[in-house]
């Protein structure tokens, strides 16, 4: 563990990543404390541009909503939504791939097909038309999300397995007469942890992106103030207030630079003899 | 003439490495057309030495200290555009795997010319000529052909003297060779031997020869180097090293290496048919998936033996005589098309998979590399319970039986918590084994389970095989590509080539009247079978 951090801190950017997450973490987190109404409120006047007024650091929108509560607050749906996709398409893919890899043969065939149909359409497309269907909510975007996002976690899964299958310790416990799903989840899928791990961190990412392009075509769920929604709100008046728009950019630019930095640093810390020498 | 001359060489190891240098206070020199091997064990630091004198160290490792002189000019301190004029010009190198050495995607030809364009050598037409020349001085048949070919369409042994053409293509004043037969057959290895020996007298190159088989170092040595842990403890003349060796490590080394004469045969008349094999057939391929048009390789065909309680019968041959399949057929890794397997009373062939199961305990197996064969992620005292749990033994009781064959392996009971990276390979071997015995199987199929491993703890396994197997009766099928280690621990020894055994006699009638011409070239080409080694 101790050589893991080390390896890990090496890796400048993933500390800065990481820092970064922790600081969006922290404001998901202290969200209701700094601003315990709603962000959806109207506090002040409309169109107050950042720092005019004391109390309201990054302005006010069209409406006369604080700026900064929305962001504080956005970053709570981001990363739940970033988080529980993720973690829903892993669960889609990993069993997926896992199956495909170990048996091979026809059922292979069956699954990876299966995998193609879902990638061969457009990944935004299809979450517009899965959310269109489900009615936008919480619990749909992150359907959506997951649905669209599965397929490469499939495929890297059964890369995995095809070349642990033949290793000699597969072949051992064979041997000893162990059962097949036994051999799957003790032999194999533990020695695929280090490149899964890796591919989420990034896959949250992109499930931040999805989600707030997502709201910002108006299919966010309407109860939520998320970063997609403000942007899209603010896209009109971008040239007279472009604060509306801007700051919960930087927050989706700043949260997705982070992660990648962080799978950057994690593939390093887990593929010690992969990473860049000297790096 | 002194081509190359190393002297007082150091070579510093990152700080956290387990010794300071990996090469230490190394002096070395080699005249023109002669040969020096470097022998040591793995770690022992004789690559990093041939390393240092191309100037392809890792970037951790840094010279310390001393000089490498080539033909009077020193070499350490040269810049990275002076060493690689150098390179091919002067200093050609051989690799040890010639799968990966070549460039998959550039034809044979290309590969050579390539030496001639880098170095700004010859016309083009001056250029071809030379590449056919040097095609057909390393013996390759039809070089037209060859020179068209890609890596993949060759073999090992063609692959290796394309390797050595490449090497010589500007008659360079030293060749170094890294364990360049390591990866072949003993037939294509001898071959390989003869033509360096043949080339580096012709053109009076030095050779610089790294190895581990002391067989090698016997059969194309004028002088021997032998290396431990970076330190240089003897050189000189090879016939006096192999004769009179005057270092401990030395003598320990050679003693280690197992003699072509059998051991006198066991008694095992009365003992019950462990392992009933008939009639074992198996072939790859056949069936493309536009319907034919591939290639069928056969493994097995009609393979029969019988081991007896207590015995050990070797199976050996080249790569692809079907060896491994074999075994592999036999514990139903691998599904034979055809076959009758017995293993004790139990019939093991045609038992669906389900079934099969509770059986296995009956048929274990150890595998070649100790490397692959322990997962990382579970701990030495798991990985050994998990056969018994599997055949649902309690967790505790596996998981003192798993301690008690640390034991009677010799790792200690205390090991039993820690990670498969913790130990060498030798070490990684011991549990390899002690996971196998935990089902107290009847027979046992060792495939190649020395053949990754140093001399010295080659002999430390195959004396921990033959003890477990006289205290537990096992019969024990050995699957090898090496006749020295068959000769000593084998009671009978088939021989396979291209999946029929050819020859199946008690092993000292084999080694005294081979009768099938396949059995004669094997054994014509051990290393060193002809040359007297001392024995301690």
């Known amino acids: ?102 048996f091979g043969g026809l059922l292979d065939d069956a699954l990876m097909r299966f995998t ?28 959506a999300i997951a649905i669209v996002s599965w397929p490469p976690v499939a495929r890297l899964v059964r890369g995995e397995v095809l070349s642990l299958r033949s290793r000699e310790y597969v072949q051992a416990a064979v041997v000893i007469g162990q059962s097949t799903p036994r051999i799957i989840l003790t032999q194999v899928l533990p020695n695929t942890i280090a490149p899964i791990t890796v591919m989420a961190s990034i896959m949250v990412a992109s499930a931040i992106l999805l989600e707030s392009a997502l709201s910002f075509l108006g299919l966010g769920d309407p109860n939520m103030m998320t970063w997609g929604y403000m942007i899209g709100a603010g896209r009109t008046r971008l040239i007279e207030a472009w604060w509306i728009s801007f700051f919960p950019g930087v927050a989706i630019f700043l949260t997705v630079l982070a992660l990648n930095l962080v799978g950057e640093g994690l593939n390093d810390a887990l593929n010690p003899r992969l990473s860049r020498e000297g790096g | ?41 793995s770690g022992s630091g004789k690559s990093m030495t041939a390393h240092a004198v191309i100037g392809l160290l890792p970037s951790a490792v840094k010279p310390a200290g001393g000089s490498i002189k080539l033909a009077g000019r020193e070499l350490i301190g040269l810049s990275d555009g002076e060493m690689r004029k150098l390179r091919g010009r002067d200093v050609g190198m051989i690799f040890q795997e010639p799968m990966t050495s070549l460039n998959p995607v550039m034809r044979i030809s290309d590969q050579i010319l390539e030496t001639f364009e880098s170095h700004r050598m010859f016309n083009a037409q001056q250029r071809m000529r030379r590449t056919f020349e040097l095609l057909e001085e390393v013996g390759l048949p039809d070089p037209k052909y060859i020179a068209r070919a890609f890596p993949h369409e060759l073999s090992g042994g063609q692959r290796q003297r394309v390797m050595i053409a490449v090497a010589l293509a500007l008659e360079p004043k030293l060749l170094i060779a890294d364990e360049p037969t390591t990866a072949l057959d003993v037939t294509t290895q001898a071959q390989i031997l003869k033509l360096i020996d043949e080339l580096r007298r012709k053109h009076g190159t030095a050779v610089l020869f790294i190895t581990h088989d002391f067989g090698v170092v016997a059969e194309i040595a004028d002088d021997v180097a ?22 401990d490590y030395t003598k320990r080394l050679l003693a ?6 059998p051991p006198p045969p066991k008694d095992l008349s009365g003992e019950p048919d462990a392992l009933i094999v008939r009639n074992l057939h198996k072939t790859y391929g056949g069936r493309g998936f536009f319907g034919g048009g591939s290639r069928k390789v056969v493994a097995a065909k009609d393979v029969a033996f019988t081991i007896k309680r207590g015995e050990t019968l070797g199976l050996v041959g080249e790569s692809g005589s079907g060896k491994s399949t074999v075994g592999r057929c036999i514990l139903r890794l691998i599904e034979p098309d055809d076959g009758f397997i017995k293993v004790g009373d139990t019939e093991f062939h045609g038992v669906p998979v389900r079934q099969l199961r509770p059986l296995r305990k009956r048929i274990q197996m150890v595998f070649q590399d100790p490397y692959a064969s ?22 505790a009781d596996a998981e003192k039986r798993a301690r008690e064959l640390l034991d009677l392996v010799g790792l200690g009971a205390s090991s039993a918590h820690r990670y498969p990276h913790e130990f060498s390979g030798g070490q990684r071997q011991r549990i390899g084994i002690a996971r196998a015995l935990a089902l107290d199987p009847d027979v046992l199929v060792a495939d190649e389970p020395v053949s990754a491993l140093d001399v010295s703890v080659q002999a430390q396994i195959l004396d921990l095989i033959q003890d477990l197997q006289k205290r537990l009766g096992l019969a024990i099928l050995f699957v090898t590509h090496d006749l020295r280690v068959a000769a000593q621990v084998c009671d009978r020894i088939a021989v396979m080539q291209r999946g029929e055994i050819v020859e199946l006699e008690p092993t000292a009638q084999l080694f005294a009247n081979p009768k099938h011409p396949y059995t004669r070239s094997l054994l014509a080409a051990v290393p060193g079978a002809h040359v007297k080694v001392a024995a301690a």
């Open chain 2, 1 to 41: 003439m002194t081509v190359l001359a190393i002297d007082n060489l150091s070579l510093a190891l990152p700080k956290l490495a387990d010794r300071t240098y990996a090469v230490e206070g190394l002096s070395l020199d080699i005249d023109a057309g002669e040969t020096l091997c470097v022998v040591g064990e």
């Open chain 2, 374 to 395: 322990l997962n990382p992620r579970r701990t030495v005292g798991r990985i050994i319970a998990e056969g018994p749990e599997a055949q649902d033994v309690p967790r």
């Open chain 2, 226 to 247: 032998v290396l431990q842990n970076g330190l240089c403890v003897e050189s000189g003349r090879a016939e006096e090293v192999l004769q009179k060796p005057t270092h």
């Open chain 2, 256 to 261: 280690a290496v197992p003699s072509l004469t």
């Open chain 1, 1 to 102: 563990m101790k050589a893991f951090f080390k390896r890990f801190a090496r890796n400048k950017g993933a500390v800065i990543g990481l820092i970064i997450l922790a600081i969006i973490l922290a404001a998901a987190v202290l969200a209701p404390y700094f601003y315990p109404t709603s962000p959806w409120r109207m506090v002040t006047r409309p169109f107050l541009a950042p720092m005019a007024m004391d109390g309201y650091w990054l302005g006010t929108d069209a409406l006369g909503r604080d700026v900064a509560s929305g962001v504080m607050h956005g970053a709570r749906v981001s990363l739940i939504i970033g988080l529980v996709s993720t973690l829903t398409a892993l669960a889609i893919g990993i069993p997926i791939g896992a199956l495909a890899g170990y």
């Open chain 1, 116 to 143: 193609e149909f879902f990638q061969t359409i457009p990944a935004f497309a299809l979450a517009i038309v899965i959310v269109a269907i489900l009615q936008p909510s919480l619990f749909s975007i992150v359907i």
